[in-house]
């Protein structure tokens, strides 16, 4: 049997959640730091650790099936490329920024200027949708030092938090793109290695799936169970169990852990008690 061939960054932003995920899929890599390579003791799957800005290229030459990378780099390297799988980390902005003492306020007042960047592709592609002439600087890191010292106007790059931003005095005038890690494939994955690919996606699904909800346990009297189940959001049919004590039930349900705080008062004002909120490694549909 062949084996999947995946790109994951070799150290950097995404290798660590990478690695997690991986493993939390089941998947275990003996993963010597200098090894370039390394193969999965129990799933058909072999790890190649690379330079980020290289897996594009990797992807397209059909040298790996498949890669964990970030959304923003396909957008600058390889837009013809799918995505397969959002993976919920490393999630940042790739935004245009200037000194806090400009004017520019968008794209538009970025006529003629200079703009210092990492992802002049990207650049481009929103400086002509916006009919705008610019000047790219291309450098490869530390770009938001770029108008300090004198060598662009403006800057894009990717922007999280914004400290970064802040501590050089920029502003961040317009977003450009949102950009999370994603799971993506290689025009040239072979069939056979495409089968191991879709199994690899299901196992991802599932532990995506319970990362995103909450396993709830709470005890109600029985006379407020059906107001109860009605707070729940999204839930189809409640597991509910009488416990030992006269006229209560234990009430079971899967929650999105974005709902969960919102109806807790509610939960509590209804009659809830002994609410218990545990996660979830995997929930398979
Ligand atoms: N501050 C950040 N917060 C969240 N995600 C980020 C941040 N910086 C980068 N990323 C994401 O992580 C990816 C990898 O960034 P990182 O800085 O580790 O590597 P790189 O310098 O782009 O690449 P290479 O591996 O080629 O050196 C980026 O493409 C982006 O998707
Ligand atoms: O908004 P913030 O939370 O400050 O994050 C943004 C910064 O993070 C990235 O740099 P990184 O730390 O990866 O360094 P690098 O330039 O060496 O890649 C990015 O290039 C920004 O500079
Ligand atoms: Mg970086």
Redo the contacts with the bound molecule.
């Keep these: 049997m062949g084996k999947l061939k995946i790109a994951v960054q070799k150290s ?2 995404l290798h660590d959640d990478s690695m997690k995920i991986l493993k939390e899929v089941g998947i275990s890599i003996d993963n010597g730091k200098d090894q370039l390579k390394a193969s999965a003791r129990n799933f058909p799957l072999e790890v190649f650790y690379l330079r980020n800005g290289d897996i594009p290229q990797y992807l397209k030459d059909g040298v790996v099936d498949a890669a964990i990378i970030g959304e923003n780099l396909l957008f600058e390297k390889a837009s013809d490329l799918n995505v397969v799988e959002r993976l919920g980390f490393s999630k ?1 902005k790739v935004s245009l920024a200037v000194p806090k003492s400009g004017k520019a306020t968008s794209i538009k007042d970025l006529e003629g200027l200079r703009i210092a960047t990492s992802y002049p592709n990207t650049v481009n592609h929103f400086l002509e949708l916006n009919g705008v002439n610019a000047k790219l600087h291309i450098i490869n ?4 030092i770029a108008p300090n010292i004198g060598l662009a106007d403006a800057i894009c ?9 802040f501590k050089n005095g920029l502003k961040e005038i317009q977003t450009l793109l949102k950009s999370e890690a994603v799971l993506t494939i290689s025009p040239k994955i072979s069939t056979e290695n495409r089968d191991i690919l879709d199994k690899l996606r299901f196992r991802l699904q599932s532990v995506l799936r319970g990362r995103q909800n909450k396993y709830v346990l709470l005890n109600a009297p029985n006379d407020k169970l059906e107001a109860i189940t009605e707070i729940l959001p999204g839930m189809n049919s409640p597991t509910i169990l009488p416990l030992a004590k006269e006229g209560w039930s234990s009430l079971h349900s899967v929650i999105n852990k974005n709902d969960f705080w919102n109806v807790i008062d509610e939960l509590k004002a209804n009659g809830a008690e002994g609410i218990l909120v545990c996660p979830i490694e995997n929930m398979v549909l």
């Design positions: 950097g932003r940042c890191g530390s770009v938001e790059d990717i922007v999280s938090s914004g400290s970064t931003l």
